[in-house]
């Protein structure tokens, strides 16, 4: 490859990504609190790492804290530092989506699949995919190593998995994806080796595969990166019980049917999902399709696709189908189930090339008859409505991050409350997604729910229902006396942005509840 070629290329997709990232997400609106708690913890780097969580005392991260992002808090680090919290955070973010791209842009170009540029693209403007990688949150960074990973198997480079196993339980609570994806490989590679490269199938044959060194290596490798990771560790030994926590109760499990969590980890709707990724879908769809187009005329002529790319391109396919399962259980997985897509298609692609030519003489001769061409309209007709969907849900989610609230929204109410609230009181809040924004702009003060419900609930359910309870007017009585019994507080904080009327009218409506603030964002109230 000439070296302009080599060395300009991934220049363009990174200037172009970044440009897009610029252009889509312009100016520091936060649509999600967890930004806030982001830079919370960047700007406490300053002190140390962040060992222990007083903010949050009845849940169990009082007690087994860790930062699970500590990697992405250090990325972060010198943009916020330089540039002030939010400028910084949008600047960081740009850079790490266009980083991002470029290594899925060079990880397709090594694996040597047809057109990576073009697949690179297509990826890019999927529009959930822009939205969540180019949000001020730390996906865009999971993904990026689970793409490695995905290069290292590819590869044969155990070393490089095992090194980035170690590094992603420092950077995110999803680390366990990394094992997941190489048994998963393995074992997708020995039942696929043998489905396309023997002429009968034999489980023995499969079996020994599975031992091979070569998968033993990769095994052995995650394994041994993540056990390192876990146990040199500044939160070890406390790490074990929070991933417990974060990565199989919130992630795997998920209380969904018993508590409100985030909105991501409901299930994502086929159908949606689909449709709002209608070009990467329907560019997957057509690789399948010559894909059969090549197998086809491979089985008539000779043996022309390559067994061993054949095996690789249907393990990415296996990945990517679970990946997409995932996603229908949890919205999150959808941060990998695209760029898993988008391997495979390319990847499928690559081996049915030989057959578009063919596939396009067809169509030509197929067009040049008359009676043909009232199917004409129809098609073009769906081209053009798959390229309206994606630029309408682009311009949609882009106007969703344009429209969010500024930074500096909760920034009068918790100075208030940092100014006339004594130090080290516990304030009970309505809501649990406003934890970061009142953390953000109050580390003074300790809060009762935040980050995730799970946190309280698996601590203390009842707890947590008795809070569920007062916030929705559920509780039949006086709330000021189980908010100062079993909360401990004697401050309110009431976000006027959800459904909580009930709640405040039942504090207005106390005589043991004056407000002493308001304003745009919520109310505070003060019992005695």
Known sequence: MPFSKKYATPALVFLAAFTLARWFWPSPTLVDGDSFYHLKLTELLSQGATTSFPWLPFTTLAAHFTDHHLLYHFFLFPFVKLLG????????????????????????????????????????????????????????????????????????????????????????AAWPLLPFITVLWIVTQAWASEMFESSSFKMGRVFRALRSAVALRSLAAVIAGSVVGLLINPYFPHNLWFFWIQTVKIGLINYQTKINVGAEWYPAEAGSLILVQAGLFAVFLASVILLLLQARAS????????????????????????????????HRAVDYSLPFLALAAASFVTIGRPALAPAIRFLKQWLTIPKQWFLVPPLLVILLGIGLLQISFLLRYRQKLVSAPGPDAFAPVTAWMRASIPAGQIIFHSDWDNFPQLLYGDESHRYIIGLDPTFLYDRDPERYQLWHKIVYGEYVGDVTRPIKEKFQSRYVFVAKERDHDLFERQLSLSPRADKIYEDKIGLVYELH
């Open 299 to 330: 089985a008539r002529k000779q043996p022309m696709i390559d067994s061993n790319q054949l095996t690789a391109s249907f393990s990415l396919f296996v990945i990517a189908a679970a990946f997409l399962a995932l996603t229908l259980k949890s």
């Open 85 to 172: 919290p939010f400028e910084g955070l949008l600047l960081a973010t740009h850079l790490l989506f266009a980083i991002l791209l470029t290594v899925f842009y060079l990880v397709a170009r090594s694996l040597k699949f047809f057109a990576p540029l073009f697949f690179t693209g297509l990826l890019t403007l999927s529009p959930e995919f822009l939205f969540r990688a180019d949000l001020g949150k730390a996906p865009a960074f999971s993904t990026l190593f689970v793409i490695l990973g995905i290069y290292a198997l590819v590869k044969g480079k155990p070393l490089l998995i095992g090194v980035l196993a170690g590094l992603y339980v420092w950077a995110h």
